[in-house]
């Protein structure tokens, strides 16, 4: 597709790539350092002991197949986590079962912008399948190009998903931490570890944001540019 092999396109992204490679790299490191510490329980029992210390025994965990496939069910009250996540007694382990934890704290306590992140997912899906074959179908075809306009506004549902995506992250990481802190779990030497695989993981989630947000900016510019 045209869309892929544009060089404007690599031109407007390349500061999001950028971004993405040096997150993907902090996240390897803080998870290594962090992977060879040794943490008193394992992921799956940390998390277990921070959802039992918010009310939440009726939340199960599930080991699931998968390397950081680790997530929170909103739908079923599950707290899935990846084999490496769930058995290992490691701070990069802990921290992450935390993590997860924090969002199913999120969904008990009715947290805003989790329930706006969960409303939004099938709209941002359908923009993030057919904005680009619409757009450029009223690209290519001139007596279409009132696609163009459509496919950006799909797109733009998934830069809200994006952007509302960062604060229930970032919030999730929050709880984690306190909670770690809180119920003994980790203590200040050990959360240096924690902190750094959360801290990386959210630059992941910024870059992410920064990259749709650029393409949605390409977009509109080359939107611009046709109809001139």
């Not at 199960?60 to 950081?68: R, S, T, V």
């Not at 739908?75 to 382990?93: F, I």
């Not at 570890?193 to 977009?219: D, E, H, R, S």
Request: hydrophobic fraction near 55%; aromatic fraction near 12%; charge should be neutral.
């Amino acid at each position: 597709m045209f869309f892929h092999i544009d060089p404007y396109y690599l031109l407007f992204l390349a500061p999001a790539f950028l971004l993405a490679m040096w997150a993907q790299m902090r996240v390897h490191s803080a998870y290594a350092r962090a992977q060879g510490q040794a943490a008193s329980l394992s992921g799956a029992a940390a998390a277990r002991h921070v959802l039992d210390s918010a009310g939440l025994s009726n939340v199960e965990i599930q080991q699931i197949p998968g390397e950081l496939t680790d997530h929170y069910d909103p739908r079923d009250k599950v707290l899935r986590l990846s084999q490496a996540v769930y058995q290992s007694r490691s701070l990069a382990a802990v921290g992450i079962a935390a993590h997860e934890a924090g969002h199913a704290i999120q969904d008990a306590r009715h947290y805003a912008p989790l329930a706006i992140r969960n409303a939004a997912v099938p709209v941002a899906n359908f923009g993030g399948q057919f904005s680009f074959v619409l757009f450029f179908i009223g690209m290519l075809v001139s007596w279409l190009w009132f696609l163009m306009p459509a496919g950006i506004v799909l797109f733009a549902a998934v830069v809200f998903f994006q952007l509302i995506n960062l604060p229930v992250e970032f919030d999730a990481s929050n709880r984690a931490k306190a909670q770690l802190v809180a119920l003994g779990i980790a203590d200040n030497e050990q959360m240096v570890y924690v902190n750094g695989v959360l801290n990386a993981a959210a630059w992941t989630y910024v870059a992410a944001t920064l990259q749709v947000f650029l393409t949605l900016l390409y977009l509109i510019t080359r939107a611009a540019g046709e109809r001139r």
